[in-house]
């Protein structure tokens, strides 16, 4: 069995694509999302993509086998806002660890029926509240949110994921590096604490306009030197932009990052209905060029994708070599 590191030294690999557009085909209503065990739950959760690792199980491990049978090497649980400060939206926040612990399994159970090698990176996303930004535009100082309870958030989402069994922490879609920092520093605790070796860390920013910043107002390089610390297997952005936009920015990264470069972008932007209308043969041709031009290791797509758009970006990119990683001078 080859590591992630020898495949990523060897070609390009694929990760998956959106799961929320997958979940929005099956038009599942609140009964749906309610199941049997949260049938009389006091509030709407209908929207609450990951309590479906819970209520409906199946569906979540048949999108997953879809990405898999596209072609993809790395699947993401179902987890983008599984932690207690975005849970608090349904007052489902007790639920975090069994949510994060469920949707390992679901993930791992996938890759194992597919009866092909890949590996199940576990998501976590940015929160819904930010560190960094204000809510309130009349008191810049004030916070929703502290670091300690962001790290504590995290730090469960982790537990979860790791005693489910993932292969990899995936700190994606960061517009805030304030809020990734914490969840860096709750993946070391944890491992810290349980005398864990540790599993690799993926970590993928979001640059959120033209001017090549993240929200919170880095410029990717300072996002990058941030992070770098966390020591990742792969550095990399997602989500925001379409692969035709996003190329000056992933051209960037490939020219300073010191691990592999990850990039997964929406398909294309989004229309005036919110819908995403770039068809899978052209964000593959967009990411073909990337990596004709030597930018990437991990490619993908992120909101608006679909299996078919995976299909697509494997089929393009299986006879071009990845990006050689840059061997660092040792200084005297």
């Known amino acids: ?4 590191e020898d495949c990523l030294n060897e070609r390009i690999v694929i990760i998956d694509g959106a799961m929320g557009t997958m979940i929005q085909r099956y038009k599942l209503t609140e009964e749906d999302y309610r199941g049997e065990r949260f049938k009389d739950w006091k509030y709407d959760v209908k929207g609450n993509n ?30 983008f806002n599984a932690q ?6 349904y007052h489902m926040e007790d639920l975090a660890y069994e949510i994060n612990l469920a949707a390992a399994k679901i993930a791992k159970e996938a890759v194992k029926e597919s009866g092909k090698q890949a590996w199940v990176a576990g998501a976590i996303g940015p929160m819904n509240k930010t560190l960094s930004l204000s809510p309130d535009v009349n008191n810049p100082g004030y ?3 502290t670091f300690d309870e962001v790290v504590n958030a995290y730090y469960e989402q982790v537990k979860g994921l790791v005693e489910g069994a993932v292969d990899l922490l995936l700190i994606e879609t ?22 864990h070796p540790g599993i690799p860390i993926m970590i993928s920013g979001t640059i959120t ?17 941030s992070v770098m610390h966390a020591r990742p297997l792969s550095i990399g952005l997602n989500c925001a932009l379409g692969a035709k936009e996003m190329r000056p920015h992933i051209q960037e990264l490939a020219q300073i990052a010191s ?12 229309n005036a209905m919110g819908e995403y209308d770039e068809q899978p043969e052209d964000t593959a041709h967009f990411i073909e060029d990337w990596a004709k031009e030597g930018f990437v290791n991990i490619v993908g797509g992120c909101c608006g994708t679909t299996p078919e758009h995976i299909r697509h970006i494997a089929e393009h990119v299986k006879d071009l070599s ?3 990683v840059p061997v660092a001078e040792k200084t005297v």
Request: with cysteine; glycine share 4%; proline share 5%.
């Open 1 to 4: 069995m080859k590591t992630i």
């Open 50 to 79: 990951d309590l479906l690792c819970l209520t409906q199980p199946q569906i979540i491990k048949e999108i997953h086998k879809q990405y898999l049978d596209a072609g993809a090497d790395i699947i993401e649980t179902n987890t």
């Open 84 to 89: 207690r400060v975005s849970l608090a939206d």
């Open 143 to 145: 916070r929703s949110v």
């Open 174 to 195: 960061i517009f805030d590096t304030l809020n990734a920092k914490a969840a860096i520093f709750a993946i070391k605790k944890y491992f810290r604490d349980n005398d």
């Open 209 to 225: 306009d033209a001017s090549g910043r993240t929200l919170s107002g880095q410029t990717l390089e300072a996002f990058y030197t």
């Open 259 to 270: 691990c592999f470069v990850s990039a997964y972008p929406n398909a294309g932007l989004p």
């Open 322 to 324: 990845p990006r050689p």
